[in-house]
């Protein structure tokens, strides 16, 4: 089916389970803990053996020899796999790095051999017997220092200029030109990158935890040096992704291989301190914007540069791309600096881009709105766009951005909000609130589904579409039943198997609307092959209460089936019209925080959410979405960091005891509000996302309610107590 005009009403409209607050389908299965996961199809497969990995201990540089010998012969040990007997490996085009080192080693904690024994502990103990010979080189790791030299944006990546900025900057009456920056960090999934892997002569089947099975069966072949014909992939638990599981990694490669060797099924879990340094994470960037207004407010020029560093051959952190879209503005430019750094490699993590881009951006934002002296949610409000500035022939399909503003000031009682820094106290706790506004893009890729009906009245979908926490399962099975008239207890929802159609998969929010979209599709087939068997036209047709009504007759919708499975299958297609319209999601978020006089600890007391991403097909897996990422939000603002050491080139915090994130006593009460609005732009699902919204500007809401309770302004994230200490307001009690 294509989409290439605005949806009309179709029956996603009628919202009988659709845009219902429905508990997940699959929660039973998780909490009873029959969801298996990766490392766990403990009674699928037989006679299973256990890989550990080695990682490098340097960070660039090459193996001279790896000494196995003792390894081999410790007790348990199988095989050791290393690049030298794994045989002839291929690359895949997504992993900068290959995923099995040596002897050039890229990055510390590169995968250089896996041992394989017949228990987890003997690997992990044998694992230590391996020796490795290393010749290092000389790498760079600063991105602060590796900066200034660099100036000029990727060739595959120009500026974008609108105007002329310069001209303009000069101008205008009122000025910011700042510096923020912000670290690397880690995903950190709760389950670690896990696989197991099975061969049964040339083909191989892989359990793994994978947010895009296509893309994992198209690398693996590759790098295999097989054809995707010869490779399976089941991933239908998903234990958090974040954008680290979008890629082929070492484990599912590793566990091939081990697989290969042993001609017996090994199973690959990531060590947890290896994952930080083994995988990708979200880049390190240092971002410079300059703002410029008249008396008022109005944003004359803006620009925004970004730099962040990768190892040769990877992308820059796309940290400017919401500054094209979010205000106003005539003269404007905004351009990415790429530093080569032989750090492991950076990636996509949870709204890639926009998370950092925007801790920066509104901060910036609040500091000119003070310079002017308006009210920052005013300012925003006054910049507001319903076009997209770079070209301004070209509308959003949708922006309540300034209703998100309006409403969420409302209802955080935004206008106790005492301007002055430092004024608000509440025993020994610096009070203040702070407001940011989130962007995030809505992007559509063709995804293609599955539906058998059966006689005894189940649906059941199949499509290669993952669960990474997000409610996948749920929302699926919802537009199915909506679809089809039946209730959700009447479908089954069957994903991550690289046998079902081609979805577009869990990444950059597109998920939630692009998965159901195809679902759609295929339910429109299966309609129609519904009518045909009861001899009807398929137009005007009403399922609904498990009965297809065709005016006044009336049929039970088993008839249909009464002779056997019916089965349809489709694709959603996308014409132009995401080029036609920029389709984007929005949010306001509001935090009040309270920060230590004394201390300067920081303690985040509310949060508040307010967001327009199209229909929401379920509230209630939605709003969890949203916390969640409002408390990924905190992590950013106030906790993560992985802490790079210049000298040796790795993340050093490289586990969940140093690398910190919020736990439940870090967060105290968060709220999250949907518009009511739907999209007939994005799909005929009329949804967008809000996995990653719901991350976007939450930040920088906490530096800014920092600010306004302290007069301190950090502009290097995260915002740790030592960064605010020394310019705190004197505790006006003493001793
Ligand atoms: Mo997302 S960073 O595309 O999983």
């Not at 489709?570 to 929005?586: I, P």
Request: a negative charge; charged letters at 20%.
């Amino acid at each position: 089916m294509k989409f290439d005009k605005p949806a009309s009403e179709n029956p996603i409209d009628r919202q009988n389970v659709v845009g219902q607050p429905r508990d997940r389908i699959d929660g039973p299965l998780k909490t009873t803990g029959s969801a298996h996961y990766a490392y766990e199809w403990h009674s699928e497969v037989d006679n299973v053996a256990y890989g550990y990995v080695v990682g490098s201990a340097i960070a660039k540089g090459r193996v001279n020899a790896i000494n196995t010998d003792a390894a081999s012969r410790a007790p348990g040990v199988l095989t050791v796999v290393t690049a030298e007997n794994a045989g002839p490996l291929g690359k895949g085009e997504m992993n900068t790095a290959t995923l099995l080192g040596g002897p050039e080693i890229e990055h510390y904690h590169q995968a250089l051999a896996l041992v394989v024994a017949e228990t987890f502990e003997q690997a992990r103990a044998a694992a230590s017997l391996v020796e490795v010979h290393y010749q290092p080189q000389e790498g760079n790791f600063d991105l602060a220092k590796a900066r200034p030299e660099v100036n000029t944006p990727p060739e595959d990546t120009p500026d974008s200029i609108t105007g002329d900025f310069s001209t303009a900057f000069a101008a205008a009456e009122v000025k910011l030109d700042a510096t923020y920056t912000t670290p690397d960090q880690s995903h950190f999934a709760m389950e670690p990158h896990a696989s197991m892997a099975a061969w049964d002569g040339d083909k191989v089947t892989v359990w793994t935890s994978n947010q895009m099975i296509a893309w994992c069966r198209k690398e693996l072949a590759a790098t295999l040096k097989i054809e995707p014909e010869q490779v399976r992939i089941y991933s239908p638990y998903i234990g958090g992704g974040f954008g680290s599981k979008l890629f082929l990694r070492s484990d599912a490669l590793l566990a091939a291989l081990g697989a290969r060797a042993l001609q017996r099924p090994v199973k690959v879990m990531l060590q947890r301190p290896l994952i930080a340094n083994n995988t990708t994470h979200r880049p390190a960037t240092i971002q410079q914007i300059r703002i410029g207004t008249d008396k008022v407010g109005r944003i004359a020029a803006i620009s925004h540069l970004s730099w962040s560093g990768n190892l040769p051959g990877g992308t820059p952190e796309n940290a400017v791309q919401q500054t094209n879209l979010l205000y106003a503005g005539n003269h404007r430019q905004t351009g990415l600096r790429l530093a080569e750094l032989d750090l492991p490699e950076g990636n996509a993590m949870r709204a890639p881009g926009e998370a950092a881009g925007l801790l920066a951006l509104e901060i910036a934002i609040d500091e000119i709105a003070e310079k002017v002296g308006i009210d920052p949610v005013q300012f925003r409000i006054l910049n507001d766009t319903q076009v997209d500035p770079t070209q301004p022939e070209r509308f959003f399909s949708q922006r309540q951005l300034n209703i998100c503003l309006r409403e969420g000031a409302k209802r955080f009682g935004w206008q106790d909000r005492v301007a002055r820094p430092g004024q608000v106290r509440d025993g020994r706790w610096l009070v203040g609130m702070g407001v940011a506004a989130a962007i995030r893009n809505n992007m559509v890729d063709k995804s293609g589904a599955r539906v058998h009906l059966d006689p005894d009245g189940t649906l059941t979908v199949e499509t290669d579409m993952t669960d990474i926490g997000t409610g996948s399962y749920t929302i699926i099975g919802q537009t199915a039943a909506e679809m089809l008239g039946i209730p959700l207890e009447k479908v089954m929802v069957k994903l991550g198997d690289s046998d079902f159609p081609v979805s577009a998969g869990s990444g950059g929010q597109w998920g939630a609307n692009t998965s159901t979209a195809g679902v759609y599709a295929a339910c429109v087939k299966l309609r129609e092959q519904v009518a045909q068997r009861l001899g009807l036209k398929s137009d005007g047709l009403d399922f609904c209460d498990g009965e297809v009504l065709a005016g006044p007759r009336r049929f039970a919708l088993t008839e249909a089936v009464k002779d056997g499975r019916l089965t349809a299958e489709d694709t959603m297609e996308y014409g132009n019209l995401d080029k036609e319209f920029q389709q984007s999601t929005f949010a306001g978020h509001f935090v009040e925080v309270g920060v230590d006089m004394f201390t300067a600890e920081v303690r985040i007391r509310r949060m508040l959410a307010v967001c327009a991403a199209g229909r929401i097909l379920n509230p209630k897996t939605a709003r969890s979405q949203v916390i969640g990422a409002m408390t990924m939000g905190a992590g950013a603002a106030l906790m993560e960091e992985l802490v790079v050491d210049p000298r040796l080139g790795y993340f050093v915090n490289h586990d969940l005891a140093s690398y910190e994130v919020p736990v439940h006593a870090d967060i105290t009460e968060q709220e999250v509000i949907f518009l009511d609005e739907t999209d007939p732009i994005s799909s005929p699902m009329k949804a967008k996302g809000v996995g990653e919204l719901g991350l976007c500007g939450v930040g920088a809401a906490i530096a800014n309610a920092i600010y306004n309770a302290t007069g301190v302004r950090v502009r290097e994230y995260p915002i740790t107590l030592d960064k605010l200490l020394a310019e705190m307001p004197e505790p006006a009690l003493k001793g």
